[in-house]
């Protein structure tokens, strides 16, 4: 009666069928009569999930002969693996006791955040895993070796080639970070150092992450006009260095670029035909979000830090006009900067949410000077509404997209961030999938749970699958929503009714527990 009433409501769901290789462990928890989706983008079946300690137990059809300590009804929810964010930065937030429990990823349903994205954060993976395991955090973390960063450590911030010893430098320490468990190396190739580094330098580099079965994941060096020569230096990188290659928050950004991303789509078909690991990531948006200088000045003139980026520019020589040029055309695209939102600015706090050129309309100088302005008195971060919303579509429809956040963990405040930090999630399964019907159903869940899963090669995560770590999320899918917004984001999502990290309850019954009891997730050491 239960599975037929549950038809009417999504069709093709099947009803459970018994599932072999049961465990015969005590059963804790038993979550009875639910709509299982089991991570691998399968049609659901109706059936219950079993918890002993932190590990899945039983999945499907429980034998009746074994009596569970408790139980709960999720009939009519779904129940489905916890999400994977393969794009956070919560690098630091998730070592401050303040953030530490990424409330607005529990609520979206996140059970594990992999944080050293875009290049930056931790170097030294090993300490960074230690001081979470010991302070606690309330999703997993796992951790890629930011390239960047790792430069940084090695080099500085000086735009030039690496010595032979540097490079050698830069090769032994990542061979460390894959030891101490890191599950591969990013880049961050519109940012300052990271971008200084060319093709045979990342090559060189990634060639130690493939020795421990890494991936390589990559911002790429443009998103705009050089969309497709951008890719094309990603899959270089990934065939010369024989590991698989990530295209992070893969888009085209700028109105001169929109639909380019589709062609980028045809590249990269081509040559996962041919053989090669290709995926991407996407956040389900039409803005970006990033510092004022990293969208409107060239990596190369922020070179060596923001007094020699303004000192550059107030020489007014050759140079300085490259630049100002270069912000010109960034406002010309981004009609005069309206299109630029202010996220935060440490000076004028009020201007969080608004437009560029709205504030230098009202102060009474051109955008251009706002801009200069702002980075003189120490840069500003900002929401780019820059992408096209066909595009949006069009790209979380390839099966190989992944769902990212590209955020942080947040506390609500005066500030303006981009609402993917609380919503990402909810809008591609419950706006995306479920209400407009871009994708199925399935597909999104997929994009959330196994296709992480896969693309990390994590061995006992984003499946609901026995001897699997009990990362479960169970969701009312009619009211499962985000509810930030670009003018008001700091808002949970809705429609999370209960959330296990690691067998312990994050979310129960729409509220959170304060549990800390996500990990530090080290590849070939927890990785089962």
């Not at 059970?111 to 954060?121: I, M, P």
């Not at 900067?337 to 009202?362: F, K, M, N, V």
């Not at 595009?391 to 963990?409: K, N």
């Not at 994009?447 to 061995?459: C, F, K, R, V």
Request: glycine share 10%; aromatic share 6%.
């Amino acid at each position: 009666m239960i599975a037929g009433t549950l038809a009417l409501v999504l069709p093709g769901l099947r009803p459970a069928t018994k599932v072999c290789g049961q465990d015969p462990a005590p059963i804790d928890l038993v979550l009875r009569n639910g709509i299982l989706h089991l991570g691998d983008g399968s049609s659901p079946t109706t059936g219950d999930v079993a918890i002993s300690g932190d590990k899945i137990v039983a999945v499907g059809e429980i034998d009746p002969g074994r009596s569970p300590i408790r139980e709960i009804d999720c009939t009519g929810l779904i129940i489905c693996p916890g999400f994977i964010d393969l794009h956070n930065h919560s690098d630091g937030e998730i070592q401050e006791k303040e953030t530490a429990s990424g409330m607005n990823y529990l609520t979206q349903g996140c059970t594990t955040l992999v944080t050293g994205n875009c290049g930056s954060g931790p170097v030294d993976v090993g300490q960074y895993y230690d001081e979470i395991d010991e302070r606690g955090a309330g999703p997993n973390i796992m951790h890629l070796l930011p390239q960047g960063s790792l430069r940084r450590k090695v080099i500085g911030s000086e735009q030039r080639s690496a010595t032979a010893d540097e490079l050698q430098e830069m090769r032994r320490l990542a061979e460390q970070a894959m030891t101490d468990g890191a599950w591969g190396m990013s880049t961050g190739l519109i940012y300052v150092p990271s971008s200084y580094a060319d093709t045979d330098e990342l090559v060189a580099i990634a060639e130690v992450v493939a020795e421990h079965d890494g991936i390589y994941a990559s911002h790429i060096r443009n998103e705009g006009t050089g969309l497709l020569d951008s890719v094309t230096e990603a899959l270089e990188i990934g065939s010369r260095a024989k590991l698989p290659v990530h295209i992070s928050h893969f888009k085209s950004s700028g109105k001169d670029s929109w639909g380019l991303v589709r062609r980028a789509v045809e590249q990269i078909n081509k040559r996962r035909d041919e053989g090669q690991v290709i995926t991407a990531d996407q956040y389900p948006y039409t803005a970006s979000s990033t510092s004022l200088g990293a969208t409107c000045i060239p990596a190369w003139a922020r070179a060596g830090g923001r007094e020699a980026m303004i000192a550059r520019i107030d020489k007014a020589d050759e140079q300085s006009k490259r630049i100002i040029n270069a912000i010109s055309k960034k406002l010309e695209i981004t009609d005069n900067g309206h299109r630029i939102q202010i996220a935060s600015y440490a000076l004028q706090p009020d201007w969080a949410g608004r437009r560029l050129d709205e504030i230098a309309a009202e102060r009474g100088v051109d955008t251009l000077d706002l801009v200069l302005q702002i980075e003189r008195s120490g840069g500003a971060s900002v929401v780019n509404h820059s992408i096209n919303e066909g595009d949006v579509r069009f790209v979380m429809q390839q099966p190989w997209v992944a769902t990212a956040s590209d955020g942080s963990a947040k506390l609500p405040s005066g500030s303006v961030p981009h609402p993917r930090n609380y919503g990402t999630f909810p809008r591609r399964i419950g706006y995306y999938a479920h209400r407009e019907t871009v994708i199925p159903l399935e597909q999104a869940i997929y994009s959330a749970t196994g296709l992480p899963a896969e693309i990390l090669d994590i061995q006992d995560r984003g499946f609901l699958r026995v001897g699997y770590a009990a990362d479960i999320a169970v969701i009312d899918l009619e009211a499962f929503i985000d509810r930030s917004t670009f003018v008001n984001p700091h808002q949970y999502s809705d429609g999370l009714v209960h959330l296990w990290v690691n067998g312990i309850p994050a979310i129960a019954d729409g509220r959170a527990t304060g549990s800390l009891a996500g990990r530090a997730i080290r590849k070939g050491t927890n990785n089962r």
